[in-house]
Protein backbone atom coordinates (compact mmCIF):
# COMPACT_ATOMS: atom_id res chain seq x y z
CA UNK A 1 0.00 0.00 0.00
CA UNK A 2 0.83 3.06 -0.61
CA UNK A 3 1.19 5.68 2.40
CA UNK A 4 -1.44 8.80 2.27
CA UNK A 5 0.95 12.39 2.29
CA UNK A 6 -0.34 14.93 4.45
CA UNK A 7 0.07 18.32 3.88
CA UNK A 8 -0.77 22.15 5.39
CA UNK A 9 0.46 21.81 8.28
CA UNK A 10 2.02 25.35 10.26
CA UNK A 11 2.28 27.64 13.60
CA UNK A 12 -0.67 29.90 13.67
CA UNK A 13 -1.79 32.23 16.62
CA UNK A 14 -5.30 31.01 18.16
CA UNK A 15 -8.00 32.14 16.55
CA UNK A 16 -6.31 31.84 13.19
CA UNK A 17 -7.07 28.85 10.54
CA UNK A 18 -4.85 26.11 8.75
CA UNK A 19 -6.16 23.95 5.75
CA UNK A 20 -4.70 20.47 5.43
CA UNK A 21 -4.62 18.28 2.60
CA UNK A 22 -4.04 14.33 2.31
CA UNK A 23 -3.36 13.00 -1.08
CA UNK A 24 -3.49 9.53 -0.73
CA UNK A 25 -3.96 6.78 -3.74
CA UNK A 26 -6.55 5.66 -5.59
CA UNK A 27 -6.83 2.57 -3.74
CA UNK A 28 -7.20 4.07 -0.27
CA UNK A 29 -9.36 6.41 -1.43
CA UNK A 30 -11.66 5.43 -3.60
CA UNK A 31 -14.64 4.02 -2.48
CA UNK A 32 -13.99 4.65 1.14
CA UNK A 33 -15.18 6.60 3.53
CA UNK A 34 -12.02 8.62 4.78
CA UNK A 35 -11.08 10.81 8.30
CA UNK A 36 -8.73 12.96 9.90
CA UNK A 37 -7.25 11.82 13.47
CA UNK A 38 -4.77 13.74 15.71
CA UNK A 39 -1.73 13.04 18.33
CA UNK A 40 -0.84 15.99 20.31
CA UNK A 41 2.52 15.16 22.71
CA UNK A 42 1.92 12.39 25.29
CA UNK A 43 -1.62 11.59 24.26
CA UNK A 44 -3.01 8.79 22.08
CA UNK A 45 -3.98 9.81 18.78
CA UNK A 46 -7.71 10.46 18.28
CA UNK A 47 -10.56 10.90 16.02
CA UNK A 48 -10.89 14.79 14.06
CA UNK A 49 -13.40 14.04 11.40
CA UNK A 50 -14.69 11.55 8.74
CA UNK A 51 -16.29 11.88 5.58
CA UNK A 52 -18.17 9.11 3.41
CA UNK A 53 -17.35 8.18 0.18
CA UNK A 54 -20.13 10.32 -1.66
CA UNK A 55 -19.25 13.62 0.29
CA UNK A 56 -22.83 13.31 1.66
CA UNK A 57 -22.33 12.12 5.30
CA UNK A 58 -20.01 13.86 7.53
CA UNK A 59 -19.04 13.21 11.56
CA UNK A 60 -17.09 15.36 13.59
CA UNK A 61 -15.29 15.16 17.46
CA UNK A 62 -17.67 17.21 19.84
CA UNK A 63 -14.33 19.48 20.21
CA UNK A 64 -13.80 20.41 16.59
CA UNK A 65 -18.07 20.76 15.65
CA UNK A 66 -18.51 23.92 14.27
CA UNK A 67 -14.99 24.98 13.43
CA UNK A 68 -13.43 22.37 11.48
CA UNK A 69 -15.11 21.49 8.05
CA UNK A 70 -13.75 17.94 6.10
CA UNK A 71 -14.30 17.67 2.82
CA UNK A 72 -12.84 15.81 -0.71
CA UNK A 73 -12.38 15.63 -3.98
CA UNK A 74 -12.79 11.95 -5.61
CA UNK A 75 -10.91 13.23 -8.93
CA UNK A 76 -7.87 14.04 -7.14
CA UNK A 77 -7.96 11.55 -4.29
CA UNK A 78 -7.20 14.53 -2.00
CA UNK A 79 -8.87 14.98 1.41
CA UNK A 80 -9.34 18.16 3.04
CA UNK A 81 -9.56 19.48 6.25
CA UNK A 82 -10.67 23.22 6.94
CA UNK A 83 -9.69 24.56 10.44
CA UNK A 84 -11.29 27.97 11.89
CA UNK A 85 -10.83 29.62 14.92
CA UNK A 86 -7.70 27.32 15.85
CA UNK A 87 -7.18 26.94 19.90
CA UNK A 88 -4.27 25.94 21.21
CA UNK A 89 -5.49 22.61 22.15
CA UNK A 90 -6.29 21.64 18.48
CA UNK A 91 -2.02 21.49 18.23
CA UNK A 92 -1.17 18.21 17.52
CA UNK A 93 0.30 16.15 14.50
CA UNK A 94 -2.53 15.38 11.92
CA UNK A 95 -3.11 12.27 9.98
CA UNK A 96 -5.50 11.10 7.58
CA UNK A 97 -6.75 7.53 6.92
CA UNK A 98 -9.36 5.23 5.38
CA UNK A 99 -12.28 4.71 7.75
CA UNK A 100 -15.05 2.25 8.48
CA UNK A 101 -17.92 5.17 9.53
CA UNK A 102 -17.89 7.08 12.11
CA UNK A 103 -14.23 6.91 13.28
CA UNK A 104 -12.40 3.56 13.03
CA UNK A 105 -9.06 3.78 11.30
CA UNK A 106 -7.99 1.01 8.75
CA UNK A 107 -4.93 0.90 6.22
CA UNK A 108 -1.51 2.80 6.88
CA UNK A 109 -0.73 6.21 8.83
CA UNK A 110 0.95 8.74 6.63
CA UNK A 111 3.77 10.79 8.35
CA UNK A 112 1.58 13.53 9.14
CA UNK A 113 1.46 17.18 9.60
CA UNK A 114 1.97 19.24 12.36
CA UNK A 115 -0.30 21.92 13.48
CA UNK A 116 0.79 24.42 16.17
CA UNK A 117 -1.34 26.80 17.66
CA UNK A 118 0.02 29.82 19.92
CA UNK A 119 -2.07 31.34 22.71
Known amino acids: QVQPVESGGGLVQAGGSLRLSCAASGRTFSGNAMGWFRQAPGKEREFVAA????????YYADSVKGRFTISRDNIKNTLYLQMNNLKPEDTAVYYC????????????WGQGTQVTVSS
Open 51 to 58: ISDSGGST
Open 97 to 108: AAVIPPNVPYGI
